[in-house]
């Protein structure tokens, strides 16, 4: 028999990837809350995860022998001017998942993000101070103290900008860049914003190796530091979008409710080294565009 995984936010666009690929060794059962949907080979349940008496109750139905917890408001502008109520999931949910996870003795592993830093340096390593300009990252950061005081086994994957096919309930930035791109629509892009983006499938890849092999902080970028305007650019290469019309952009110039961070670029030789492997990001699009 195989072991029960228990995968927080499977509507998400992490979590439906992270479904679909730990079906094949694991008992898989998942957690929505808004977005009902059907994912072969797991079993989906809708819960609040804010509520801890239901979530007392799910760890007790299920038992699972581990738990990854995907499920976020992870939209930054959205934690800016809602800051109270995303608090709710982004730290109390998660830290209440850490204890239940503490008081089973399994493995927890969590997915942070690249955001809990300024962004005045770049290529990040684990040990760097975090400093986040949001209140997104603010969010993360109070979630990764609290679940390592709660449960210090816990694993903290920061995870960076992640882009894929989209999902039955969830897309990443990826079909709106292509879309506007692909109509001859003009696509503004950053060249003052640096991340390493990585394919959610592999960002998956990434969490249930942290289920056996990490305990504490870990960064599961990409291999590539990229602006998001050469971003743009690589992807009218591959995609072969003739007609396209990409303009640079500074972050000045965008007004948004929340701040954001110049590069927050991750190093993640330390995952490298445990058996993450992501391809480049030329292999990775070549990849998306043959699936579709």
């Known amino acids: 028999m195989m072991k029960k995984l228990l995968i927080t936010g499977s509507s998400g666009f992490l979590g439906w990837h992270l479904c679909e690929l730990a079906k094949q060794k694991w008992d898989v059962y998942g957690t929505y809350f808004a977005h009902n949907l059907d994912i072969e080979g797991t079993k989906l349940v809708k819960v609040d995860?804010?509520?801890?008496?239901?979530?007392?109750?799910?760890?007790?139905?299920?038992?699972?022998?581990a738990v990854i917890h995907t499920a976020a408001q992870s939209q930054p502008n959205y934690c800016q001017t809602h800051p109270e109520e995303s608090?709710?999931?982004?730290?109390?949910?998660?830290?209440?998942?850490?204890?239940?996870?503490?008081?089973?003795?399994?493995?927890c592993?969590?997915?942070s993000t690249d955001l809990v830093f300024d962004g005045l340096k770049g290529f990040y390593k684990e040990t760097?101070?975090?400093?986040?300009?949001n209140i997104y990252g603010e969010?993360?950061?109070?979630?990764?103290?609290?679940?390592?005081?709660?449960?210090?086994?816990?694993?903290?994957?920061?995870?960076?900008?992640?882009?894929?096919?989209?999902?039955?309930?969830?897309?990443?930035?990826?079909?709106?860049?292509?879309?506007?791109?692909?109509?001859?629509?003009?696509l503004k892009l950053f060249v003052d914003e640096f991340r390493t983006p990585v394919n959610g499938k592999i960002a998956a890849e990434g969490l249930l190796l942290a289920i056996d092999k990490i305990q504490g902080i870990i960064h599961l970028g990409g291999k590539e530091r990229i602006s998001r305007y050469d971003f743009g650019r690589l992807l009218i290469e591959i995609?072969?979008?003739?007609?396209?019309?990409?303009?640079?952009?500074?972050?000045?110039?965008?007004?948004?409710?929340?701040?954001?961070?110049?590069?927050?670029?991750?190093?993640?030789?330390k995952a490298f080294e445990l058996g993450y492997a992501p391809s480049s990001l030329r292999e990775q699009l070549f990849s998306l565009k043959n699936y579709r």
């Open 49 to 65: 995860l804010t509520d801890f008496s239901e979530l007392k109750r799910l760890f007790q139905e299920i038992q699972p022998a």
């Open 87 to 107: 608090l709710l999931i982004n730290v109390t949910a998660s830290l209440n998942i850490a204890g239940l996870c503490a008081d089973n003795s399994i493995p």
């Open 109 to 111: 592993v969590f997915t």
């Open 128 to 133: 760097d101070s975090v400093n986040p300009v």
């Open 139 to 186: 969010h993360k950061v109070m979630a990764e103290n609290g679940m390592l005081k709660r449960y210090p086994q816990t694993a903290i994957c920061r995870m960076p900008l992640m882009f894929g096919n989209a999902t039955p309930t969830a897309t990443s930035f990826l079909q709106s860049f292509l879309k506007t791109l692909q109509e001859g629509k003009e």
């Open 239 to 269: 995609f072969d979008i003739p007609h396209a019309k990409i303009t640079a952009s500074l972050q000045k110039d965008v007004k948004m409710a929340a701040p954001r961070a110049s590069d927050v670029s991750l190093n993640s030789s």
